[in-house]
């Protein structure tokens, strides 16, 4: 069964930190780039990070660079995202999406980050 479940998220006080972990399973992790996206209700599924197969090339939306590292270790499956100096507006639920071309686009449950004083 092919597989991402996300962990980490909660609640953080701006300008705090939080890191998102995704581990995969059932699939060949290695081929498949990986992407962090975030939606808040009534809003689009935005897509905030990306990272390529061996985790060379990395691209961020405008709103998060410089805040948010996306990170990858093949050995375990794993991608993460490190957030910080974390703003009101980063409030949402967190996906990571794993894709390979010609393949379906996986997704995981998500995880809800809350930032709150």
């Known amino acids: 069964q092919m597989e991402l479940v996300e962990s980490g998220g909660g609640l953080v006080q701006p300008g705090g930190s939080v890191r998102l972990s995704c581990v995969a399973s059932g699939f060949s992790f290695r081929f498949y780039a990986m992407r962090w996206y975030r939606q808040v209700p009534g809003k689009e599924r935005e897509l905030v990070a990306s990272i390529s197969t061996v985790g060379t090339v990395t691209n961020y939306a405008d709103s998060v660079k410089g805040r948010f590292t996306i990170s990858r270790d093949n050995a375990k499956n794993t991608v993460s995202l490190q957030m910080n100096n974390l703003k009101l507006e980063d409030t949402a639920v967190y996906y990571c999406?794993?894709?390979?071309?010609?393949?379906?686009?996986?997704w995981g449950q998500g995880t809800q980050v809350t930032v709150s004083s």
């Open positions: 999406s794993a894709r390979r071309p010609g393949w379906t686009d996986l």
